[in-house]
């Protein structure tokens, strides 16, 4: 448990003084010794604990854990929908939540994409991808509608615009979450395991999607999710999680050159990441498992 | 390989238009309905709904049925160009009964649909409004119209709004509750990700919890519409002078029973359309969900 972390990590530079944003990036996460602890002081339940990692500008993080294990309330204290109890959150050079403010206010700089879908199944797709410039008032109906379409159209989208979310398959709605997102030029995309609910299949068109997105936009990239292939895959940073209370296991630097395509799963160097850090995973599963952690 | 992929899974789900227009759409469905077993199954049904009342009363005159009229009698009386009570298709006060009935459900609908939903709204939204209001409502809402017949006939002058006041009671209570049901159903999801894309409190209400509600207060309309019915037979039965209920009641008073068999047949079919075209409606404004059942249906 005494990890101690290597120079140049993602860990040691959450310790070092506020770093530039790198190659014009924006949306640098800065998490330090945060806790949380649900209900009253003392009789609580510890679900995060002293937790301290670095998210770089422009890249995919992925935050791997046990179910249950508390990095979703890490993602809803970076987007601003929990409090923290202590600690602190910056977002480039600005305090999120920290001491005095322990909950951040939720804005289009972080946007969450939802592990069960948040499209508005009442407004069709693209009515549900133009809401954002819309409600902040920053672009006309007409002017956010235009834009939305361009968005769906670049994602291969564009046929569904008037369909409602309801008409669509799963992985689809994804997609179109992540465009609605895109719209608003966010410094961060937090991704709450949204393809948890896809089937094997088509979790790797959406994964390759992702990438493709990822690509175009180099937006910095908050990934959860409890499969660890996936989070080697996607990512540039790996942060195995404990469980209960959670907090930084291991910190692994995925030295894949981005582009990545489906051929990165067979290559001999994806599986030596996957060699290194299955132990680690599954000796919190197990814990997990010992205690009882329901799925979530 | 972008491209390909970009465009595979689409390609085969892709539904380029937004299907055919409303009009052919409803031909089609009639004609599909047509096809099906239900319209005859529906008939049998009726057929023997009518078969065992004939029976009973008509053929083997049960005990317990030697009062009640059988459908012929009711029947040849509803039809009749010269009813023997006084009261068929073919008179005017028919009518008049039926749209008084009818006006003063509309306007107790009406009335309670436009306070019954913004409280609804209110209280599933503001925590601190619903702990200062629930309480009190779940107080009243236990206490049938009956009982409040006294006290609205004290409170109200006239005929009229004490019978509009009962039958406005119990949809109130039906709308209120089921949009307050409604709102408290909404995914937290959509409200998080509304605030997350930069939506403002106001906005957050008007764009996710009015219309999150909806299938719910949708719900609630309809039972509201029906329950209006069974409050308005109350209060006519107890005081004014038109209106089904009234003719129910007189009718046996004036031991006109078939009269009053046509009258309890009327209020079905009146209160069956009203409710129906609550729904029409409903599934008229929310298009999103209609056509999510009907993907549902076919999936």
Redesign the interface.
């Known amino acids: 448990m005494n990890y101690e972390p290597p120079r140049g990590s993602p860990i040691a530079d959450a310790r070092a003084p506020a770093l530039a944003a790198q190659g014009g990036c924006k949306g640098a996460i800065r998490i330090a010794n945060v806790v949380k602890i649900y209900g009253s002081e003392g009789a609580g339940v510890r679900a995060v604990d002293d937790c301290t990692f670095h998210v770089p500008a422009g890249k995919i993080t992925v935050v791997v854990g046990p179910s249950g294990c508390g990095k979703t309330t890490l993602l809803n204290a970076i987007a601003g929908f929990h409090s923290i109890t202590s600690g602190t959150i910056h977002l480039d050079d600005a305090l999120l939540c920290g001491p005095g403010r322990p909950k951040a206010d939720p804005g289009p700089d972080r946007i969450v994409v939802f592990q069960n879908g948040a499209l508005f199944p009442w407004k069709t797709i693209v009515e549900n991808v133009a809401f954002g410039p819309i409600v902040q008032g920053r672009l006309s109906r007409k002017a956010a509608f235009e834009k939305a379409r361009m968005m769906l159209a670049e994602t291969g989208l564009h046929n569904l615009e008037t369909n409602y979310p309801g008409e669509i398959s799963s992985g689809m709605r994804r997609r179109v979450e992540i465009a609605r997102a895109l719209m608003n030029d966010p410094k961060v995309l937090l991704l709450d395991e949204p393809y948890r609910a896809l089937d094997s299949l088509t979790k790797s068109v959406m994964h390759e999607a992702l990438l493709e997105t990822f690509d175009r936009n180099r937006v910095t990239i908050f990934f959860i999710t409890h499969d660890l292939e996936e989070a080697i895959f996607l990512g540039h940073h790996v942060v195995i999680m404990t469980t209960r209370p959670c907090r930084p296991k291991k910190i692994l630097t995925v030295d894949i050159p981005h582009p990545r395509d489906y051929s990165v799963l067979t290559a001999k160097r994806f599986r030596e990441y996957l060699d290194e850090t299955v132990e680690a995973v599954h000796e919190e599963a197990l814990k997990a498992f010992a205690a009882g952690e329901r799925e979530r | ?3 390909a ?6 390609a085969v ?4 238009e ?1 299907g055919p227009g409303r009009l052919e759409s409803s031909a089609y469905r009639m004609a599909q309905w047509l096809r099906s077993p239900r319209p005859y199954l529906m008939l049998i049904g009726f057929a023997l709904f009518l078969g065992f009342w004939y029976l009973t009363v008509e053929v083997w005159k049960l005990p317990r049925f030697s009062q009640m009229p059988g459908p012929t009698a009711v029947i040849t009386e509803w039809i009749n160009p010269d009813p023997i009570y006084g009261l068929s298709l073919y008179s005017p006060e028919y009518y008049q009964h039926i749209w008084v009935s009818t006006r003063r459900v509309l306007i107790a609908f009406l009335l309670a649909t436009a306070t019954g939903v913004p409280l609804g709204l209110l209280l599933g939204w503001s925590l601190r409004f619903k702990e200062y209001v629930f309480p009190v409502f779940e107080l009243l809402r236990p206490i049938p119209p009956l009982a409040w017949v006294p006290l609205a006939i004290i409170m109200f002058h006239g005929s009229e709004t004490p019978i509009i006041f009962l039958t406005f009671l119990a949809s109130f209570y039906a709308t209120t509750l089921n949009t307050m049901l409604g709102v408290e159903s909404i ?1 937290v ?2 409200v ?9 409190r106001r ?1 957050v209400f008007w ?2 919890i009015v ?2 509600a ?1 299938p719910f207060i949708f719900t609630g309309l309809q039972i509201s519409v029906g329950v209006a019915w069974f409050s308005l037979v109350a209060g006519e039965m107890v005081s004014g002078q038109y209106g089904l209920g009234y003719l129910i009641n007189t009718s046996y008073t004036m031991v006109q029973y078939p009269t009053m068999v046509i009258g309890m047949i009327t209020l079905g079919i009146v209160g069956y359309v009203t409710s129906a075209a609550v729904r029409v409606l409903g599934n008229y404004l ?4 209609a ?2 059942l009907a ?1 549902g249906a076919e999936a």
């Open positions: 390989m972008n491209v992929l970009a465009q595979g899974p689409t789900l892709a539904k380029p937004r995914d999801s959509f998080r990700a509304a605030y997350c894309l930069g939506a403002k906005q764009h996710v219309p999150g909806m929310m298009q999103w969900r056509r999510e993907m």
